[in-house]
C-alpha cells in the first residue's frame, strides 16, 4: 500500500471523530440516565408491571380517555386493594405526587413535549388553589 | 373522415343535453314524492297521507334507550336571583370554568339572561312584569340533533348513547364552527390560558387551554358516579330543577312533562332541545 503512513492514522483520527458523540456521552456526566421518583407513599403495585408502563403509558392513556369520554367505560380498576378512576389527575397522580420528580425527569431527558398538563393539574397546582371550605 | 366527426359530435351534443337536462325531468315528474318522504328520506315511498298519520304534529319517534333531559321550573327562580347565582356558582366551581369579566373572552356553561333572548320565538309586544323582571337560566340544550356536532370537524364533539352532547377537549382545534352552529349560544372559546381566572380548583377535573371550545357537560363525570348535575343538586331544596330520562316514561322528569306545560328554545329549528322550561 501506497502512503501507509498518512492513510492508517488518517483513518484512525476519521473514526474516532466520526464516533465522537458515542464516546463522548459514555464519559461525560452531562445527561444522566434518568431516575423517576418511586410513589413516595410507597404503593409497590401499579396498573400494568413497570416495563409495560415505561413502554406504553401514554397508549394506555389515550385508550382510557376514549373508553371515559366516548364509550362509557368509566369503570373503576383496583390495585393493591385500592381503587381508582381512571385518569392521569385521579389515577396516576394519586401515587405518583409529584409531575416534577417523576413525569418531567424521562420526558426531559427524552425531550418530549407532552401537553397534558396545559389543562390537567397537577397535585402541586391543585394545591395552589384548593377550596377554602 | 368528416362524416365520422359529424356523427360523433351530434351524438355527444345529444347526450350532453340529455345530462344536463336529466335533474329537471326528474324532479319535475317526482315531486309528490318527495314531498311525502318529510323528514325521513329514509322511509322512501309513502303516500302523503300515510306520513302525515305516522308522525302526528309534534309527536316523537318510538323512543329508544336512555335520553337524559333537565326541566328547569322557572316558578321557583321568580324573584330570587340569588337561587340563579347559586345553581350557576355550582356548576363554575366543580368544572373549573374560569370567570373572565370581559364579554368576549368570558366562558360560561350554564348563565342567566332575559326572557326574549332566551326565547326569542316565544316573546311578545306586551310580556308580564315577571317575565321583564327576571333572567332565565341557560345552558347547552344538549340537542337530539345538535348542530355543534354535525360541524365539528374532529369530532371533538359528539353525542353519546345516553343523550349527553359531550367534548373531548384533546381534540378541539379551536376552529369554532361548533359556536358558529349552536344557535343558543351554548359554546365559549378560550381567547386566553384560563387558569388564571379560575377561582379554586376542583382537582378532580382539568382545566382548559388556551385554544379550545367549552360548554356545558351535563355533568356527565358526576353522573358516571350516580351523583345529579351540580346546578340541581346546588338548588335541590326549591325542586326548581329537575333532570332524569325523558325515555322513560315512569321517571320523575317525565312525570313533570306530562303535569305541567313546558316549553323548549327555538324549536322551530328543529335541534330538538333536551332542556324543558316552565315558565
Ligand atoms: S345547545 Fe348548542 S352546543 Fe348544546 S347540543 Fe345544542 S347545538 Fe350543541
Ligand atoms: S372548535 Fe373544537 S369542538 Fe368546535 S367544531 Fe372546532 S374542533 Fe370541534
Redesign the pocket.
Known amino acids: 500500500m501506497y502512503n501507509k503512513r498518512f492513510i492508517i492514522p488518517g483513518l484512525v483520527i476519521f473514526v474516532l471523530f466520526v464516533t465522537f458523540p458515542l464516546w463522548f456521552n459514555a464519559f461525560s456526566t452531562a445527561s444522566p440516565v434518568p431516575k423517576p421518583e418511586l410513589p413516595p407513599g410507597g404503593e409497590k403495585e401499579c396498573v400494568a408491571p413497570a416495563s409495560e408502563m415505561r413502554d406504553r403509558h401514554m397508549v394506555l392513556l389515550n385508550e382510557w380517555r376514549d373508553g371515559v369520554l366516548r364509550d362509557g367505560e368509566r369503570d373503576v380498576i383496583t390495585v393493591g386493594g385500592k381503587q381508582y378512576r381512571k385518569g392521569l389527575q385521579m389515577a396516576c397522580m394519586q401515587c405518583h405526587t409529584s409531575k416534577e420528580k417523576f413525569c418531567d425527569t424521562c420526558h426531559d431527558y427524552t425531550s418530549v413535549n407532552p401537553f397534558c398538563w396545559d389543562c390537567h393539574l397537577t397535585p402541586e397546582e391543585a394545591a395552589l388553589k384548593k377550596e377554602t371550605h | 373522415m368528416d362524416k365520422q366527426r359529424r356523427k360523433f359530435l351530434k351524438v355527444a351534443g345529444a347526450t350532453a343535453l340529455a345530462g344536463i337536462s336529466a335533474p329537471a325531468v326528474v324532479k319535475l315528474t317526482s315531486s309528490p314524492a318527495i314531498a311525502s318522504s318529510g323528514h325521513d328520506a329514509a322511509t322512501g315511498h309513502e303516500a302523503p297521507g300515510d306520513a302525515h298519520k305516522a308522525a302526528p304534529h309534534g309527536a316523537e319517534e318510538a323512543p329508544k334507550g336512555v335520553r337524559l333531559g333537565l326541566v328547569v321550573d322557572m316558578r321557583k327562580f321568580y324573584g330570587k336571583p340569588e337561587l340563579l347565582d347559586k345553581a350557576i356558582a355550582a356548576c363554575n366551581k366543580v368544572h373549573n370554568v374560569p370567570q373572565i369579566d370581559n364579554k368576549k373572552s368570558e366562558i360560561k356553561w350554564v348563565w342567566k339572561a332575559p326572557f326574549e333572548n332566551v326565547f326569542p320565538e316565544h316573546s311578545s309586544s306586551h310580556s308580564s312584569k315577571i317575565r321583564k323582571e327576571n333572567d332565565f337560566l341557560v345552558m347547552?340544550?344538549?340537542?337530539d340533533e345538535?348542530?355543534?356536532?354535525r360541524v365539528c370537524p374532529t369530532q371533538a364533539?359528539y353525542r353519546l348513547p345516553n343523550g349527553i352532547?359531550a367534548m373531548d377537549f384533546h381534540r378541539c382545534i379551536g376552529c369554532r364552527f361548533?359556536m358558529m352552529?349552536?344557535?343558543?349560544g351554548?359554546?365559549s372559546f378560550n381567547w386566553e390560558n384560563p387558569r388564571p381566572y379560575i377561582k379554586e380548583y376542583n382537582p378532580d377535573f382539568p382545566s382548559r387551554m388556551r385554544g379550545v371550545v367549552e360548554?356545558?357537560n351535563f355533568c356527565g363525570e358526576r353522573i358516571a358516579l350516580g351523583k345529579e348535575p351540580a346546578c340541581l343538586e346546588a338548588v335541590k331544596e326549591s325542586g326548581a330543577i329537575v333532570f332524569g330520562d325523558l325515555n322513560d316514561p315512569g321517571s320523575e322528569i317525565c312525570e313533570v312533562l306530562d303535569k305541567e306545560n313546558t316549553i323548549q328554545r327555538k324549536p322551530s329549528l328543529g335541534?330538538k332541545?333536551s332542556v324543558f322550561y316552565i315558565v
Open positions: 347547552c340544550n344538549h340537542c345538535p348542530p355543534c356536532v364533539t352532547v361548533c352552529g349552536c344557535p343558543y351554548a359554546r360548554k356545558c335541534t332541545p
